[in-house]
């Protein structure tokens, strides 16, 4: 079983910077997600196990997943955060197939960060 833990949510005035934080416990393919309340949860961005990355359109250019496999971490650094963005962020890995910003495409799970995004 994969353990995922995420970190770094927060709050921030629009045209801010976070970076979200997720640490691992097996490597695999990894993606993050988002549910906003109401809302689906969505993808973000996935990453394949060879480095193929798959952003969202509404998020490209302003996001950008990275990883550092000799601390057992990825990231999501978010710059030119908008209202909109605001949601639970959820870390997640171990693609079992399918669309690679379906979130059914994952089997584990984070338990989420919030991330809220003022005007």
């Known amino acids: 079983q994969v353990q995922l833990m995420e970190s770094g949510g927060g709050s921030v005035q629009a045209g801010g910077s976070l970076r979200l934080s997720c640490q691992y416990s097996t490597p695999n393919a990894m993606g993050w997600f988002r549910q906003a309340p109401g809302k689906e949860r969505e993808g973000v961005v996935s990453r394949e196990g060879g480095g193929r990355t798959y952003y969202a359109d509404s998020v490209k250019g302003r996001f950008t997943i990275s990883t550092d496999f000799g601390k057992n971490m990825f990231y999501l650094q978010m710059n030119n955060l908008k209202p909109e963005d605001t949601a639970a962020y959820y870390c997640?890995?171990?693609?079992?197939?399918?669309?690679?910003?379906?979130?059914?495409?994952?089997?584990?799970w984070g338990q989420g960060t919030q991330v809220t995004v003022f005007p």
């Open positions: 997640a890995s171990r693609y079992v197939g399918g669309n690679w910003l379906d979130p059914s495409s994952f089997r584990y």
